[in-house]
Structure formats: C-alpha cells, structure tokens
C-alpha cells in the first residue's frame, strides 16, 4: 500500500513535467521566427502559417484520440506523444525551409493534442490521496509555466548558444528522453475497456452533466487563449516593427511573463471562489487587450509590460478557474474526453484569429492588425463577462459544480 501511494505521489510530478516539456515545445519557436524569417525570407503569412499548423494538428488529435486513454489506458497514448514530439524535434534540427518548419509544426502539434487530455486526466487519476484539487491546480497552471519556459529557454539560447535552430531542439529532445524513461515508474491508472475504436470518431466527448456548464464557460477559454495567440504569435513581430527591437531573448522574455503571470494567478487564486477569479480574470483580459492596443498605437514600450503583466492575469484567471468548475463535474473514466474538449476550444482561439492576422497583415499592416486583434479579444472578454453577470442560470450552474461532484452520463458530441 505505502508503495502504491509514493508511486502515485511521485507519479503526478512526472506526468506534469512531460505536460510542462510538451507545452514549452510548442512555444520554443516563437522567438525563433525572425530568425527563419530572415534565413528562408518567409512572408508575414507564411509566418502566422507555421504557428496555425501546430494548432491544426493538435487539434485535430485532440477531437479524434482525445478520450482514447480512457478507454485503453494512460500510458500507451503518452508514450506515443513523446515518440512523435522526438519525430518533431529532428524535423526541426534538419529543417532547411518553410516546407520542413510546416511539416515539424504539424507532426509537433498532433503529438502535444495526443497528450494534453491524457496527462490532464492521468494527473487526476495520480492525486495522492484523492488530492484534485491539487490536480486540477496543476492541469490549470503547467500549460502556462510551459509556455513561459519553452519562450524563455528558446530566446536565451537565440541569444547565447551557437546555431540556436539546432541547440533548442535538441536540448529538448533530451529532455523528453528523460521524461519517457521516467513514465516507467508512473502507474497506470486505467483499465481498458471496449469503446476505444468508436472513440476516434471526431467528437467533443463532454459528459451529459457536464454540458451545460462546458457551454457557459466556452467563452472564457476562448478570451484566455486568444489573446494569448497574440502574444506568442505576433509580439515577436510586433517588438521589430513597432519598437525596432530585435533582441530574440526580450521577446522570449515577455511571452514568458505573460505566461508565468498566468499560472501564478492560477496557483494564488486556488483557495478563491472559482467564478470570482473568473470574474476578475475577464476584466484583466479586456484591460490587457486594452493595454496592448495603446501599446502599439503609442510604441510606448512600457506599456508592452502592463499589458504583459494585466493580460497575463487574465490569460490565468480567466482559464484556471473555469477549468477547476467543470473537473468538478466529470468521473474519472470521463476525464481524459472533458479535458480534450476544454482545450479544443481553447487552442481554437490561440490558432484561427492569428491565422487570419496573418493573412490580413500584408493588406493592413502589422499595427492595425494587431489593434483589431486586440479589439476581438476585449470585446470577447466582455460578451463572456456580460454572459456570466446577467446569466442567472449559469451562476447556479457554477455554485453547484464547486459544490459537489455530478454522476456525468456521457455521449459524445459528433462534429
């Protein structure tokens, strides 16, 4: 017994580094772009394009595999994530265009999309003595201290290392070679059941209960990591363009505070009334789009820090805390299926709008595109604020799941 319970102890922390090393993988390119920018003369689409493929391809693993692990088990499907995001990592060592960028970004994604449910729903499954809340805090917060170290690690090796293209891959891919071989010791926590091969028909796999909450909350995800989008995207660029500042390590930098002020909000505002922290969160994220629009109109610089430093609250907040009602309201064999849908509409709004931005840019120019990108994420905030203050049904919804846990029956939403 005491055995099994250090093994799940222990488990939960290595199941949230192989999260937290996924996730920074995902955000390693961002400070590398002006570089492939200036090395292969990529356009401002083709750019925004390498980022949108890593978004297409998680989420399409995510609305077909998303809740395969809770029918054969946690550990195949994470073991095969890592796989692939060793494949990715090799595209990118050798890549020598936009073609191999496109096809490591893609391969990358559908590999992170393979994992994020399942390591969500393994952590809960791995909570030392039915610790959720732990783990939920943990689901909430290692996505954005991923995204910051990945942001962070990426732009100190573009500034000090020696052929950064290849160094930040690599330390990667050996940091995943670790974290496979430590998944030896974390138990599996599933027993396989039939339903696996009818689970990979394209479905948002939310339990019966759980709906109706899943639905109030959907534009609180979609707030967070939209504006989100526009800090790992196009900040980037925005800091050349505007600032006419071209330091790899800052832009790196300020994608992590954003990020890491994320999941500081998540981590300080646990013991916090969920829909009061969400409440102060939407009103950080229209601040922080605000904040960011003045920015580039002004080329005020410190205003690029407020706004990283507001937005990221409410990128936490407005995510973390949301996440923690509706864990709340899902059994454990559901739990992989409602975690996949959570992040599909999530990385929807971290993907399309910068795609478009893309497209747009060429036509209207950075500045304004990243000032009507703004305006959508402030106005999205506010409809989700709007939505949760005069939305009485909704607010029950909300009491009831930090309340008690619901008995979910579920059936797939096919897309």
Sequence with gaps: MNSSVSSRRGGIWILAGILLTAIATGSAPSPLYPIYSAEWHLTSLQTTAVFAVYVGGLLITLLTAGALSDYIGRKPLIAIGLAGLLIAMGFFIFASGFETLILARVVQGASVGLMMGTLGAAMLDNAPRGNTALAATLNGAVPGIGLAFG????????????????????????????LAIA???????????????????????????????????????AASWGLGGLFLALLPSILVVRFGLTDHLLSGLLIGLFTLIGAL???LTRNVAPRRALLAGLVALIAGSALIIVAVDTEIFALVLVASVVGGIGFGAGFQAPLRMLTTTVEPHHRAGLLSAIYTISYL??????????????????????????ILMAASALIALLAQLFSRRDRRLEMAATEQNAHPETEPIAL
Excluded: H
Aim: no cysteine; charged share 10%.
């Design 151 to 178: 942001a962070v690690a990426s732009g100190m090796l573009a500034r000090w290392a020696p052929n950064p293209e290849v160094t930040v891959y690599a330390s990667f891919a050996t940091l995943l070679v670790l």
């Design 183 to 221: 998944l030896l010791w974390v138990p599996e926590t599933v027993t396989r059941r039939p339903g696996g091969l009818a689970s990979l028909r394209p479905a948002l796999a939310i339990p019966r209960d759980s709906r109706p909450l899943f639905g109030a909350l959907a534009g609180a995800f």
């Design 265 to 267: 909000t998540g981590i």
């Design 349 to 374: 709004s971290f993907g399309v709008p910068v795609l478009v931005g893309g497209a747009l840019e060429p036509l209207l120019g950075l500045a304004t595109v990243a000032t009507l990108y703004g």
